[in-house]
């Protein structure tokens, strides 16, 4: 007991500024968490609209469309109508997110009107290493899925990455960042395009 006194004797400013300290971090993440959440939203029309040349608005889709993770959680999927200014269908674009090499890695991926393929993906987010596994992000390597199929995917050590194919070619000394984005797109590309179709959402413009 008299040891815990002296504990408390010497240490409460230490606990009280360890106490005040966590309860402003959490205050400071509560005030900036819808700012944080619309410069991801702004951030990802921004990049669709590269993928999807002509895309001005990203209408949400309502239906419950959910993606089961390879841990076996799930979660809602974001998936958008992507519509010219004309309120034409161009193509469809949705969040999906997996772990790298590094950390956790988040993407944009956008495919065409009809569901039939990819148009490309970009990154969200991502903390994989410098001039290896970042390199997910060159147009080396993702000019390989605009064009591709939208199916499952596999990725290999050789071949043409100028071809738009199911195979992806890795990146050199960075495979397990390639497998990641590879993964990720299965993951998600495929669950979300099965229930879109099963929806029906596939065919028409929701007015």
């Known amino acids: 007991m008299a040891k815990l006194k002296y504990f408390l004797r010497e240490s409460w ?3 009280a500024s360890s106490f005040c300290f966590g309860l402003l971090i959490a205050m400071t993440n509560a005030a900036l968490s819808d700012r944080i959440e619309q410069n991801k939203a ?3 029309n921004d990049l669709t609209r590269v993928l999807v040349p002509g895309a001005e608005i990203f209408q949400p889709v309502e239906a419950d469309i959910q993606v089961t993770l390879p841990d076996g959680t799930r979660e809602k999927a974001k998936v958008f109508e992507v519509l010219s200014g004309a309120k034409q269908r161009l193509g469809w674009s949705f969040n999906a997110r997996g772990t790298g090499f590094a950390g956790p890695i988040e993407l944009v991926i956008a ?3 009809d569901f039939r393929s990819i148009m490309g993906f970009d990154v969200l987010a ?11 992000k060159s147009d080396y390597y993702r000019k390989q899925y605009a064009g591709a199929p939208a199916e499952q995917l596999a990725l290999t050590k050789t071949g043409d ?14 495979t397990v960042s390639s497998q990641a984005v590879v993964d990720i797109v299965n993951t998600f590309l495929t669950q979300i395009k099965s229930q879109i179709q099963e929806k029906g959402l596939v065919g028409h413009v929701r007015q």
């Open 13 to 15: 400013l230490l606990l």
């Open 42 to 44: 702004a951030k990802l």
């Open 111 to 113: 495919v065409d009107k």
């Open 126 to 136: 991502s903390s994989e290493t410098p001039g290896f596994g970042d390199q997910i």
């Open 161 to 174: 990455p100028a071809v738009a194919d199911t195979r992806i070619v890795a990146i050199t000394g960075a």
